[in-house]
């Protein structure tokens, strides 16, 4: 069974950092892209950023370039989220999805929440 | 950049009705890159279809994907009472629609 299950959220002041962890389990981690996706309360669903399987292709949402870093270890089947020079608008509900050649998204995790405020 | 638009906002109807779904992109889009994700309250979104027209695993007959270039629309066919949800289309590499609610009349 694919088990995707997030953690590192909390609240964090405004310019401060946090980084979030995805442990995957019940498939091939190093044979997936993977990807980072966000929810602020009340609202839809925004992508945030992805990675190939071997970690040479990154892409980022326009709004976290230069803040925020995706990275990979495929020998501990985790994915990382590092978000640094964090914004109040950067508060949200992030989940990990399995990216399917970055043609979707067919599983997601229970997401974790991320508060940044002061 | 492109831009999807859903419609309607809301769609209010009651179980055992067809409920049609649509999704606009600002630009035509590939086909094999269009999906569609549900999403009920206090949960993650699950994959219902990808390449624009194709069942993800183990979801019902009673949902269908159709469309293509800057056209999609998501159909179903016979709302059950755990189809009441928000349902989002995404372009990969774009953002996401902003949702269309299902709710009950």
């Known amino acids: 069974e694919v088990q995707l299950v997030e953690s590192g959220g909390g609240l964090v002041q405004p310019g401060g950092s946090l980084r979030l962890s995805c442990a995957a389990s019940?498939?091939?981690?190093?044979?997936?892209?993977m990807s980072w996706v966000r929810q602020a309360p009340g609202k839809g669903l925004e992508w945030v950023a992805n990675i190939k399987q071997d970690g040479s292709e990154k892409y980022y949402v326009d709004s976290v370039k230069g803040r925020f870093t995706i990275s990979r270890d495929n020998a501990k089947n985790s994915l990382y989220l590092q978000m640094n020079s964090l914004r109040a608008e950067d508060t949200a509900v992030y989940y990990c999805?399995?990216?399917?050649?970055?043609?979707?998204?067919?599983?997601w995790g229970q997401g974790t929440l991320v508060t940044v405020s002061s | 950049e492109i831009v999807l638009t859903q419609s309607p906002g809301t769609l209010s109807l009651s179980p055992g009705e067809r409920a049609t779904l649509s999704c606009r992109a600002s630009?035509?889009?590939?086909?094999?890159?269009l999906a569609w994700y549900q999403q009920k309250p206090g949960q993650a979104p699950r994959l219902l279809i990808y390449g624009a027209s194709s069942r993800a695993t183990g979801i019902p007959d009673r949902f269908s994907g159709s469309g293509s270039g800057t056209d999609f629309t998501l159909t179903i066919s016979r709302l059950e009472p755990e189809d009441f949800a928000v349902y989002y289309c995404?372009?990969?590499?774009?953002?996401f629609g902003p949702g269309t609610k299902v709710d009950i009349k």
């Open positions: 630009q035509s889009v590939s086909s094999s890159y």
């Open positions: 995404q372009q990969y590499g774009s953002s």
């Open positions: 999805a399995r990216d399917v050649d970055t043609a979707m998204l067919d599983y």
């Open positions: 019940g498939f091939t981690f190093s044979s997936y892209w």
